[in-house]
Structures are given as structure tokens and as C-alpha cells.
């Protein structure tokens, strides 16, 4: 039993390690989106790409309260401290980059992080952020709560056999879809 345990809390512990990120908040009217953290040890500094946007710059969230430098180019953001300050362990918002563009797909690549002394940190990265269509009217059957984008496939009248925007209709004997 006791081996049980033990071999439990080191799985947990092997298995939780690192460090995550992902994309969160994205906010496409005002070009904005959040780099979500959540790491089991001190960051020194980071660097990431996103696809599908032009970024435009990236400042606040833990890597401002910790004093680091960010830098930005079209497709990579770079986040570094000039005096050895490094991001404590914990989850957080990292940073809010500004973007320009119409993007399917946002997704995080080509992530390095690295620790206080500059070695390379595993790191899990979040699934893309993607565009979801759908009817975005709150009044339609048929309203799809996530969806970004409406695709003009909203419905208003439910038929008989209680299907939103289906076909089925009472025959002349009352039965609903019959001969």
C-alpha cells in the first residue's frame, strides 16, 4: 500500500512539472488576446510565435510585474529581464499582445522558455484558438452560445417532431411526418 502511494505522488509530481501556456480572452474587435501561464517553476524568460495574426505589441500581465523587457516583431514576441528577475511559480496572465488582422486560427509555435540560470524549460502548449461560426442570435432555436462569426444558419420555427428548423409537418391525420 505504501508503495501505492509513493509511486502516485511522484507520478503527480513528474506529471504536473512544467510549464503551460495557452491563448485565452481573445478579444478580435479590439485585437487583443491573453498568453495564459501557468508554471510549477521560476520562468527567466521566454520567446513565442503566433500564427494567423500580425502582433503589434505585448505588454502587462506577470511579465510586467516581474520587470521583464518584451519585445515584439509581426510574429514573435521575446520576454527577458535585464537584472536576473525571473516570473515566480503560479498561473496568471503572462502578457496581452495587440494584434492586427482577420484570423480562422490563432495558435502558439515555436515556444522557448527557459530558467534563472538559462536552461530550456519543457513547456505544454494550449490548443489554437479558432474561429467558430454559428447562428448568433439569441432568439433563434438554434443559437450557438460560442459561436464568433454568424453564418446566416439561425432558425426560428421548431416543426413537429420538435427539430429546430426541420421539415416535418402534420399529416392530414394528425400525425406528425406521416403519409
Known amino acids: 500500500m505504501k508503495n501505492r502511494i509513493l509511486f502516485s505522488l511522484i507520478f503527480l509530481a ?48 506577470s511579465a510586467a510585474d516581474n520587470g521583464f523587457m518584451v519585445s515584439t516583431s509581426a510574429t514573435t514576441v521575446l520576454g527577458f529581464s535585464l537584472t536576473g528577475g525571473t516570473i515566480p511559480a503560479g498561473e496568471g496572465t503572462l502578457l496581452e499582445v495587440t494584434f492586427t488582422g482577420s484570423p480562422d486560427e490563432i495558435c502558439l ?34 443559437y450557438n452560445a460560442d459561436a464568433v462569426e454568424d453564418d446566416g444558419s439561425c432558425a426560428y420555427e421548431v416543426d413537429c417532431a420538435g427539430e429546430c428548423g426541420g421539415s416535418a409537418v402534420e399529416d392530414e391525420c394528425g400525425e406528425c411526418d406521416g403519409n
Request: proline content about 2%.
Open 109 to 142: 509555435e515555436s515556444v522557448v522558455l527557459s530558467d534563472p540560470a538559462g536552461s530550456a524549460l519543457d513547456a505544454t502548449i494550449g490548443d489554437c484558438y479558432a474561429i467558430s461560426s454559428g447562428c448568433t442570435d439569441s432568439s433563434a432555436c438554434n
Open 14 to 61: 513528474t506529471t504536473l512539472w512544467g510549464v503551460n501556456l495557452s491563448i485565452e480572452n481573445v478579444d478580435l474587435d479590439a485585437g487583443t488576446l491573453e498568453i495564459y501561464m501557468q508554471n510549477d517553476e521560476p520562468v527567466g524568460g521566454f520567446q513565442f510565435g503566433l500564427t494567423g495574426i500580425d502582433i503589434t505589441g505585448a505588454s502587462g500581465g
